[in-house]
């Protein structure tokens, strides 16, 4: 079942919006637009305005894929203003206007390859009222980015789309400029390739891609670098921070004409979210990232994770598992693939970009132990954010997610180390084994700077898995199972409900003092399930915006006891498994 979500958050904070149209259509369409620098930014000339895009010495010729396919020159590149005008107004006094552009992104591979080689998107850039153009160093520096979905062509957004939703509460709280880019990717997608010759979408779209990219890759063809799909949904955030830069510095009523942000922080959820991981690793105007739903890097390791964990593959992935691409986990075509699109690879430039990794516990694709696969791999400042009992698309709507965003966001913006960066630090032991074993957490909370901020509340966050099943697992739903009642339609599958409620109680500090703020949980190993979970999670004072406050929610890994995995790894072919 999907619990209720996003109505939660839109009711309480994006209380209505109205629609529009203002004065002719206006736009770029040819000729590029060179943005003024400011003496803290840098680089060549790159479609419309200056080259942003970050260089990392990862190949022979110190580029991958990726960045070979957006240095690209894409002449298809455009925008227009639609005369479309949003109204929109956040708890009720928060008033905010988005202007409606078509961007045309790129042109991906040729009509030959897909149906959908031009990419055209939506992209509403939303301007709340009480934004200030002149102040350059903080609120209108960063613009808050939400990479988004949505199918079919531009001009059919809804006024109340949560996708504006997303972007309007996000400009709103951090009183800066949202933007939200849609039709990531372009979709439906017919491929004359494809055998199956049907319509795809989301992973279907994406996994094809994937196959294409393993084929071509076998017999040689260098053409495969050009097909997976990552690459044209990073291309068109890209240009969409350029459109937008382009936009707000040419618009006379937007009150800012001659000024625009910097740079942005990015947002996006499940497949967006990957884009966002990659997005920050390429364009030095990312100031923080934001990635929902999507934490599975390092993905070799973590495929093997899931199949030691689960026995099988989640169904929420049938769709690569149609492709085989489970069969490909351990061949050179797929390491050459996880090269180009694994955001672990781009590890290095992400260190210096701000990280807040959003995730749900009971997420039907990811695992809410996935991070422990890189977590100590990943450099600079990261922070994760579990919402509790959310499934995969819940994450987004949790009812604390999108307030520790905006805190996390507006600190970024304010240059704060406080607001947005809380140093936590953890330590895992075990001690026993089997059964008599027990995992024991301690978190160190440092007080070390003169304005850190000591937590409004505590929780010790715990779970139970299923007593009827072995697997490491904390879905709340399978295929495989006796249901003990109905089953449900989930997103096409005929699904078994067995929810596992997360809990939440207070955890109190084993000590204090000027410098730190420790914290102490022990859980051990259940008798009457197979695995137990636990996680402890912090509520910070975040932002205050009239009668609507922000905390910011941060937390530890996810800890599991017995600390082992249920079912033995496969190699190469073995792998590929059942749906589970």
């Not at 903080?138 to 062509?153: E, H, L, R």
């Given at each position: 079942?999907?619990?209720?979500?996003?109505?939660?958050?839109?009711?309480?904070?994006?209380?209505?919006?109205?629609?529009?149209?203002?004065?002719?259509?206006?736009?770029?369409?040819?000729?590029?637009?060179?943005?003024?620098?400011?003496?803290?930014?840098?680089?060549?000339?790159?479609?419309?305005?200056?080259?942003?895009?970050?260089?990392?010495?990862l190949g022979e010729d110190g580029t991958t894929a990726l960045d070979r396919y957006l240095k690209m020159?894409?002449?298809?590149?455009?925008?227009?203003?639609?005369?479309?005008?949003?109204?929109?107004?956040?708890?009720?006094?928060?008033?905010?206007?988005?202007?409606?552009?078509?961007?045309?992104?790129?042109?991906?591979?040729?009509?030959?390859?897909s149906s959908c080689s031009l990419w055209e998107h939506d992209l509403v850039v939303i301007i709340p009222d009480d934004?200030?153009?002149?102040?350059?160093?903080?609120?209108?520096?960063?613009?808050?980015?939400?990479?988004?979905?949505?199918?079919?062509?531009?001009g059919k957004v809804s006024p109340t789309d949560e996708d504006i939703a997303m972007a309007a509460n996000l400009a709103v709280g951090t009183k800066s400029i949202g933007v939200s880019l849609l039709q990531i990717p372009n979709q439906p997608c017919t491929f004359p390739a494809d055998p199956k010759k049907q319509s795809r979408g989301e992973d279907a779209f994406i996994a094809f891609t994937w196959r294409r990219f393993l084929d071509l890759k076998k017999a040689g063809d260098p053409q495969a670098e050009l097909w997976p799909a990552r690459l044209p949904m990073v291309k068109a955030a890209v240009r969409a921070m350029d459109a937008t830069q382009e936009f707000i510095y040419q618009c006379d009523e937007c009150g800012t004409?001659?000024?625009?942000?910097?740079?942005?922080?990015?947002?996006?959820?499940?497949?967006?979210?990957?884009?966002?991981?990659?997005?920050?690793?390429?364009?030095?105007?990312?100031?923080g990232i934001a990635p929902i739903a999507m934490d599975a890097l390092n993905f070799k390791k973590t495929f093997h994770l899931w199949y030691q964990a689960l026995g099988g593959w989640s169904f929420a992935i049938s769709d690569y598992y149609a492709e085989q691409i489970m069969d490909e986990i351990d061949t050179p075509e797929m390491d050459a693939l996880m090269a180009i699109v694994d955001p672990i690879v781009y590890k290095d430039?992400?260190?210096?970009?701000?990280?807040?990794?959003?995730?749900?516990?009971?997420?039907?694709?990811?695992?809410?132990?996935?991070?422990?696969v890189w977590w100590d791999d990943m450099p600079g400042v990261k922070h994760s954010l579990i919402a509790v009992n959310a499934d995969h698309r819940d994450a987004s709507w949790c009812p604390m997610t999108l307030p520790s965003m905006i805190a996390w966001a507006y600190g970024i913006m304010q240059h704060s180390d406080v607001a947005s960066n809380p140093e936590l630090d953890w330590q895992l032991s075990y001690t026993g084994?089997?059964?008599?074993?027990?995992?024991?957490?301690?978190?160190?909370?440092?007080?070390?700077?003169?304005?850190?901020?000591?937590?409004?509340?505590?929780?010790?966050?715990?779970?139970?898995?299923?007593?009827?099943?072995?697997?490491?697992d904390w879905r709340w739903y399978s295929v495989d199972k006796t249901c003990p009642g109905p089953t449900i339609n989930y997103h096409g599958v005929n699904v078994c409900v067995h929810p596992y409620p997360w809990i939440e109680k207070p955890l109190t500090p084993v000590s204090t003092s000027d410098a730190e703020i420790v914290y102490n949980y022990s859980m051990p190993a259940p008798s009457t399930n197979p695995f137990g979970a636990f996680f402890?999670?912090?509520?910070?004072?975040?932002?205050?915006e009239g009668i609507v406050e922000y905390p910011l929610v941060v937390n530890t890994q996810v800890v599991t006891v017995p600390n082992t995995l249920p079912f033995p790894d496969c190699q190469g072919t073995q792998c590929s498994g059942t749906l589970v």
């Open positions: 079942m999907a619990p209720l979500r996003k109505s939660i958050v839109v009711t309480a904070l994006f209380a209505a919006v109205v629609l529009s149209l203002h004065g002719a259509v206006q736009g770029r369409k040819a000729s590029p637009l060179v943005l003024p620098q400011d003496e803290d930014t840098s680089g060549e000339a790159f479609g419309s305005a200056r080259s942003y895009l970050r260089e990392s010495p020159p894409d002449p298809e590149y455009k925008w227009v203003d639609t005369g479309v005008r949003i109204k929109g107004v956040v708890s009720s006094v928060k008033h905010w206007t988005g202007y409606m552009l078509k961007l045309t992104s790129q042109r991906w591979l040729t009509d030959a390859d934004v200030n153009p002149t102040d350059k160093l903080t609120n209108f520096a960063t613009a808050q980015f939400y990479i988004s979905g949505d199918n079919g062509p531009p004409k001659g000024k625009y942000p910097q740079g942005f922080t990015v947002f996006g959820a499940s497949k967006r979210g990957w884009t966002t991981w990659l997005t920050g690793a390429v364009d030095t105007r990312v100031k430039r992400l260190k210096d970009t701000p990280k807040l990794v959003v995730s749900g516990t009971n997420d039907e694709f990811f695992m809410p132990y996935d991070n422990h084994d089997g059964a008599n074993q027990v995992a024991n957490l301690t978190v160190t909370l440092s007080l070390g700077s003169a304005a850190a901020l000591k937590p409004t509340k505590v929780n010790v966050v715990y779970s139970y898995s299923d007593p009827d099943s072995a697997r490491l402890v999670q912090f509520f910070f004072p975040g932002v205050t």
